[in-house]
């Protein structure tokens, strides 16, 4: 049988009828899909729902320009059949589209006064088949109920649609491994058709179960088993809020849909990019959205997902909310990893591919998880494994472009490991602020290292003297001078903090990242010796002077998530210093 032709091809004008050879089209495929209950008719139905939508409204446009039912029936004698086919097909009466056309379709064939037997037979029919097509929404049909019939709207399509999710749920029972001859038809067939079936019911409630059945049935066979068609409408709906999915539905939907996975990701950063969220929501947040614990499951995802870290930070390597994110996802990440672990066959290295093996264990280990003298001595040994990194891309820059190329990756990766793994970062600010001058060389370059990855017009080795400078100066502020703290010493601390426009010129040196500055402050801060009091005063005419005190107060919460979480032991002093700067900034910045 031919194609039909495009519904847009084929419209008439008001007087003309339909084309005889397409309704006899469409009622052919009506019948076909009601003779035979199976995948590939199911299919059928789903790839003509829309042809067959707009064949409807072609049909409801010429019911409208006819002068009664009498005409219609005579000038369309197939109309009733097709109709009836299509009224007791539960794919075509499940769509709300669908299901629409044909109400309207019926109610235009509805004699208000029926002039004789024929219009009168086909009230009668009419009456009966709205019982099926019939909800509580459908207000059209609703009148025709409380007119002609003697009982209440009744919840037909509820009971036809939950049929026919449990006829389709039976078609995936079996599984691959299951089938008891070579020669049988591989199940994953009736899957994919069973998939493809879903497409638009994918919204309906009804049909969570199947949903459910089809994300979690487990892949056992090279084929594909469900269809792009299906796992497109899940993502769609899913992102419309149109549709619910928890728990393990939703990451075997990222398992099995890049795009899915990617949108969700996406959908994530831009929301740290948009909201002003304190590291505690962050955390929150993170964990909620069940990203940290599907790659954990799932190696393949952990890459995805990390490559568009990778990728948005190679852009924006000074944007300290996307490396909150990252951070805030591995620390979850890896607690859901440890769970995991023990009946895990995948080894650690396998999420990080890319990373410099040497660096990935000490990195990846949690400063509680060695005792805290030895902090310092591991701190110092990876300062110097990632100076040796920068220092043969420096010497490779005369090289080959290759050559280049590839020590920029490395030392890259590196930093991108390093910025995953922040708590070592940390635990380096946290040393700074309680040590002297003579062992403080390989903190500084560290610190300085993750706010300035790039050696940018050779700025790696002035950057470093200015966070020297900036971290001598917090020294002498906090520990080595008397109280009240010396106002060019705070001055000086100010002009490092300020905006560069507000700043004195400085011999066409680079900026500094202010991040690393008051990171340093707000450590000195609370690990310092000096009084509450002092602390409180140095801190708040510093952030006052030069407006960063939501910076500031951000970094307490951060440093407050990190001793709460165990990422390093701390005395109640230490508590009770971070909660009451926390309140003189907070106060005063509200005030």
Not at 166 to 185: F, H, K, T, Y
Not at 243 to 254: A, I, K, N, R
Not at 421 to 444: F, I, K, M, N, Y
Request: charged share 20%; with cysteine.
């Amino acid at each position: 049988m031919s194609e039909v032709q495009p519904a847009s091809q084929l419209q008439h004008t008001a007087e003309s009828s339909l084309n005889v050879q397409e309704m006899q089209f469409w009622l052919d495929k009506a019948v076909a899909w009601g003779q035979a209950d199976s995948p590939d008719s199911h299919k059928d139905t789903c790839l003509h729902l829309k042809r067959l939508r707009d064949f409807l409204q072609q049909l409801l446009t010429h019911i409208h320009n006819m002068s009664s039912t009498a005409e219609t029936m005579k000038r369309l004698p197939l109309l009733g059949q097709f109709l009836g086919h299509l009224c007791w097909n539960p794919i075509v009466s499940a769509d709300d589209s669908s299901r629409g056309l044909l109400l309207q379709c019926l109610w235009g064939l509805h004699s208000e006064h029926p002039s004789d037997a024929v219009e009168r037979k086909a009230n009668q029919w009419i009456r009966r088949v709205l019982c099926q097509l019939t909800t509580e929404e459908d207000n059209i049909a609703t009148d025709v109920f409380m007119k002609h019939v003697s009982v209440p709207p009744k919840e037909y399509h509820h009971k036809v649609l939950k049929k026919m999710v449990a006829q389709l749920q039976e078609n995936i029972g079996r599984s691959c491994s299951s089938l008891s001859s070579v020669n049988r038809s591989c199940s994953c067939d009736i899957v994919l058709a069973t998939s493809d079936a879903c497409v638009p019911l994918v919204t309906y409630p009804e049909t969570a179960p199947l949903i459910s059945a089809l994300l979690q049935r487990p892949m056992t066979c090279v084929k594909e088993t469900l269809s792009a068609d299906f796992l497109q409408a899940l993502g769609s709906a899913y992102s419309s809020r149109s549709l619910s999915l928890e728990g393990q539905d939703l990451v075997s939907l990222w398992f099995r849909s890049l795009s899915s996975l990617e949108e969700a990701v996406l959908g994530l950063m831009e929301s740290v990019l948009i909201t002003d969220w304190t590291p505690q929501m962050l955390e929150q947040q993170v964990a909620l959205s069940l990203l940290p614990k599907a790659c954990a499951m799932h190696c393949s995802m952990f890459l995805v997902v990390s490559d568009i870290f990778r990728s948005t930070l190679k852009q924006a390597e000074k944007n300290e909310c996307l490396k909150s994110l990252v951070q805030s996802f591995t620390r979850s990440f890896l607690r859901e990893l440890a769970l995991l672990l023990p009946q895990m066959n995948v080894p650690l290295k396998a999420f990080f591919p890319q990373s410099p093996p040497s660096l990935l264990a000490p990195l990846l280990t949690l400063p509680s998880e060695m005792p805290q003298e030895a902090w310092r001595n591991h701190l110092n040994w990876l300062s110097r494994s990632l100076q040796r990194l920068t220092e043969e891309e420096e010497e490779e820059e005369g090289g080959s472009r290759g050559t280049r190329l590839e020590g920029h990756h490395r030392v890259f990766e590196a930093w991108f490991l390093l910025v995953q793994c922040a708590h070592w970062v940390r635990v380096a600010l946290q040393l700074l602020a309680t040590s002297g001058p003579e062992d403080s060389g390989p903190l500084l370059w560290l610190l300085t290292f993750y706010h300035h990855p790039t050696n940018r017009w050779h700025h790696r080795a002035a950057q470093l003297v200015q966070a020297r400078e900036a971290w001598e100066h917090l020294l002498a502020v906090f520990i080595a001078s008397p109280h009240p703290a010396p106002a060019a010493r705070l001055h000086s601390l100010v002009a490092l903090l300020s905006p560069p426009a507000q700043r004195p010129p400085l011999a066409q040196r680079p900026p500094l990242a202010p991040s690393l500055t008051i990171s340093l402050l707000v450590n000195f801060a609370v690990f310092c010796q000096r009084p509450l009091s002092a602390s409180k005063e140095i801190l708040q005419t510093v952030v006052d002077q030069s407006g960063v005190a939501d910076e500031a107060a951000c970094v307490l919460s951060s440093l407050e998530l990190r001793l709460n979480g165990g990422g390093c032991s701390s005395s109640d002093r230490v508590h009770l210093r971070i909660e009451g700067l926390q309140h003189t900034i907070t106060h005063k910045h509200s005030a």
